[in-house]
Every structure is written in structure tokens, then in C-alpha cells.
């Protein structure tokens, strides 16, 4: 069954063997502090260490083995629209209980981390946890403010190259570090070309760290085919981890701001 999410702050639950498909809502599992109740995570599940070393893995976010998870006997499963097979989450769902996220920016993370504290047991840590992430960001916010917009463009893949669209979470983020999305009108990941970035007068490149690995030999060969525009490469897991990752998110916008300020004057 998948949980509505419209009413799961107006119930009380008691769920003692979940398992999360959701890198970003691993890690917040674990700042929650339910280390006992988390019995399975995906592979790419690494932070924290401690479970991507101890717990059992259940495959892959977009192919998980359902035969590991009905072993597991669950009676809460944690996924997410995007990151998860359709396919996978419908056949799951005629037997566990599955609260499916979908999110697309930084009011949908809060209330996601509200929903699962919620589900574990942990109302009132998710609480204070969703108070100091307002705090943080109300703070970047006032920082930014009458700055002008820089205008950008974030890449996640190569071979082709492929962008972050307007209605994505690393969208949302990116205003966080006073970018104008330069593919905000084009929807989900659309495949680009370093052609399409130079005519659309792009100022700042972020090179991700996930889900392909940029490295500083891809910024040196970009950049002789873009010498105008400055290139960067970005803490993919900042600007795609929602869950208590924004903790940190706020101060390392900030701080990627300034470094482009401080360039783009010199």
C-alpha cells in the first residue's frame, strides 16, 4: 500500500523494519537515529560508513532485488518517484506499506523530512531538525538578497552531456547559489551540447560529482572549448541530497556564492 502523504501527519505509527531505497533519506534515517529499525539499504546508500559497510544491501535504487526484500519482511518501505523503477514500487506495494516521495525543491524536502520522522517515531527531532534547516537557509536568503542572479548551467552526465532542467531539485538549489538556471524552460534532464551552453551567454558551468564523476581533467578540456565561461566542479550531493544533507547545504551555497563573486570581479 502506498501511504497518502496527506494524512501521515495526523496519524501515529509504530513501524520496527524498514527499509530505504533513497540514498539522501538513508543518511537522514540515520541522523534520526534509528539505527534499529533500518534492516535494508540500496547500494549506493554510502553515508553513513557504518551502515553502506553493515547493512544488508538490496540492490541498486533503479533495480532492486526483490528477493532480498521480501527476506527482509518489511513493514515500511521508503522510495522516491524519480529515483525508483515505477515497475519495481507498484509490485512492492500489493504487500508493504511504501511512503513514495517526490521531490522537486526545498518546501517538498522539509515536508519529506517532517513525513519521515513522522513514520519513525521521531516527530519531534525531524521538528527541530526542519527549524535549524529555515534557519540556515532564511540566513542564505538574506545574503542573496539584491544580488544578481549569475547565469548558469549544472551538468550531470557526459556522453552525451545532459543538464539539469527547470523542474528539478539541483534547479531549485542552484537559486540557493544565486544562479539563473539557463535550462530552466526544458523539463527533467534534457541531453545538451557545449554549443547550447556557449549561445545561451552561460557564465558559470558546475561540473557534478554524481551521478558521472567529473574530475579537473574534464574542467581543463571543457574549458578550451568555453574559455569564456568559468567552470566548477560541484558537491553533487549538495545540490541532489535532500533530507538532513540541507543542514549543510545552506553554508556550502554560501560559500560556492562568494567564490564566484570574488572571481567574477577579478
Not at 534509528?34 to 557504518?50: A, L, R, S
Not at 549544472?154 to 534547479?171: E, F, H, K, R, V
Amino acid at each position: 500500500m502506498i501511504i497518502d502523504s496527506k494524512e501521515i501527519l495526523n496519524k501515529s505509527y509504530n513501524f520496527r523494519r524498514i527499509i530505504s531505497l533513497v540514498p539522501s533519506l538513508t543518511e537522514l534515517l540515520s541522523d534520526l537515529g534509528v539505527d534499529e529499525k533500518v534492516t535494508g539499504i540500496t547500494k549506493f546508500c554510502v553515508h553513513p560508513k557504518k551502515w553502506f559497510e553493515g547493512k544488508t544491501r538490496v540492490g541498486g535504487t533503479k533495480n532492486v532485488n526483490i528477493k532480498i526484500i521480501r527476506s527482509l519482511n518489511p513493514d515500511l518501505i521508503i522510495a522516491n518517484k524519480e529515483e525508483n523503477s515505477k515497475k519495481q514500487i507498484e509490485e512492492l506495494s500489493e504487500d508493504y506499506n511504501i511512503v513514495l516521495t517526490d521531490i522537486y525543491n526545498l518546501h517538498d524536502a522539509i515536508l519529506s523530512i517532517l513525513h519521515i520522522g513522522k513514520l519513525t517515531g521521531r516527530d519531534e527531532l525531524s521538528k527541530k531538525m526542519v527549524a535549524q534547516i529555515k534557519t540556515k537557509f532564511d540566513s542564505l536568503n538574506l545574503f542573496l538578497q539584491n544580488k544578481t542572479k549569475v547565469k548558469a548551467a549544472y551538468l550531470i552526465w557526459q556522453n552525451p552531456y545532459m543538464a539539469a532542467g527547470g523542474d528539478t531539485y539541483i534547479s531549485d538549489m542552484m537559486q540557493y547559489c544565486g544562479l539563473q538556471n539557463i535550462f530552466s524552460d526544458i523539463k527533467r534532464y534534457p541531453e545538451i551540447t557545449l554549443d547550447d551552453i556557449k549561445k545561451s551567454e552561460c557564465e558559470v558551468l558546475l561540473l557534478s560529482s554524481e551521478p558521472y564523476p567529473f574530475k579537473e581533467k574534464h574542467v581543463e578540456k571543457i574549458k578550451k572549448l568555453l574559455p569564456g565561461v568559468k567552470i566548477i566542479l560541484a558537491d553533487g550531493e549538495m545540490f541532489s541530497w535532500y533530507g538532513s544533507r540541507l543542514l549543510k547545504a545552506a553554508n556550502y551555497f554560501k560559500s560556492l556564492h562568494q567564490n564566484l563573486f570574488i572571481k567574477n570581479n577579478n
